[in-house]
């Protein structure tokens, strides 16, 4: 059954104000950073009070996580294109080089999905399908006993080191101050850390 025009202008009401927060609320966190942002200048910006932000996100993380969400269903999308590989280590690599583009050219969402949580919160859920995206390429190396280091949780943490180092190195400074291929180089020095070109422990050897 069609939505009578009464409910259809609700609708469409209710889908601008929340695109109208959202964007308030993006343009904020680029201008002001994680740290200065604050819902009484979000109330300046959109036109709509902190009840009605509420009212439609839940609370502040709520509305945080929203525009997370949106952002990383946007990356979800581009990692699920990149190409598949015979070889899952160069999947991965491929996986890692398209992160960390995602990671210089949205430095704010970035900052967003690296920041702490409290016990029991997850991250948005299409934060959670792009983690499950690069577990799998590890789980097949594993699987092969390529991984050089066999404790998961530490080469998961090298690995997030490299990445955060690359992102966090691109804020403030001119291209010209940095190497034209930085990125890839250690992305590619790191993944050599970790990954063996051929078997170097019993096959199905898990980390």
Known sequence: ?????????????????????????????????????????????????????????????????????????????????????????ERTRRLFLAFVRFGIKNPTHYQLLMTPRGDGEEQPLSAQKCEALFAEPMRQLAEAGRLRVMDAEAARQVALVTIHGLISLRRGRKPRELSKNLTEIAVDVMLAGLIAPHAVAPPGATA
Not at 27 to 35: C, P, R
């Open 1 to 89: 059954m069609e939505p009578q025009p009464a409910a259809k202008r609700r609708l469409r009401q209710r889908e601008e104000a929340r695109r109208a927060i959202l964007e308030g609320t993006e343009s904020l966190l680029v201008e002001d950073g994680y740290q200065g942002f604050s819902m009484r200048r979000l109330a300046e910006r959109c036109g709509y009070t902190a009840p009605t932000v509420y009212y439609y996100f839940g609370d502040k993380q709520g509305l945080l996580d929203a525009l997370l969400e949106e952002r990383m269903a946007g990356l979800l999308q581009r990692l699920r294109r990149v190409p598949a590989s015979e070889d899952p280590l």
